[in-house]
């Protein structure tokens, strides 16, 4: 039998006082109260087959990351930001270099560039690409649509 390494989601949606489990996995989570309504969050789930660790880092940022040990040991990086919030570039590669290398980051930018797909790049898409080129990153994309917009009909990576 397998089972999946790790479970990562955004955009939670969920209070504080609400948490998810998935039987065989221990989570971290983070969640975004503004205390008038609930965005964002964001969660890892990590099998329990494998010995793993939280990482505890410093960012205001909407993420979490935990060390699995899966034949060697891999980081795994869970990172949401709101399309609306202004997120500093600093911020963004401060997070990234407190992640023990090999990690892997999971995300959900907001961002659009024709880089992963896009049909055209925006502000948060060229803050994006300039964190790949600033730490040497790896995109792994493989230029299928993630997103529908409901009003338009329309896909959009």
């Known amino acids: ?32 109260d503004s205390g008038v309504f609930t965005s964002g969050g964001v969660y890892i789930f990590s099998s329990n087959l494998y010995p793993s660790t939280t990482l505890n880092f410093h960012t205001s940022l909407q993420a979490v990351a935990v060390q699995v040990h899966f034949r060697t040991l891999v980081t795994i990086c869970c990172i949401y930001l709101p399309p609306s919030d202004v997120i500093s570039q600093d911020d963004l590669n401060i997070l990234v270099e407190q992640l023990p290398a090999p990690f892997i980051l999971l995300s959900d930018f907001n961002g659009h560039s024709t880089l992963w797909g896009s ?14 080129s600033d730490n040497c990153l790896c995109l792994l994309n493989n230029d299928e649509k993630t997103y529908f917009h409901e009003p338009t009909r329309t896909f959009h990576s």
């Open 1 to 32: 039998m397998h089972r999946t390494l790790c479970v990562a989601l955004r955009e939670t949606f969920l209070k504080p006082n609400n948490y998810l489990k998935l039987l065989g996995y221990s989570c971290i989570w983070k969640d975004n």
């Open 119 to 132: 049909d055209s790049t925006n502000s948060r898409g060229r803050q994006i690409e300039q964190l790949i």
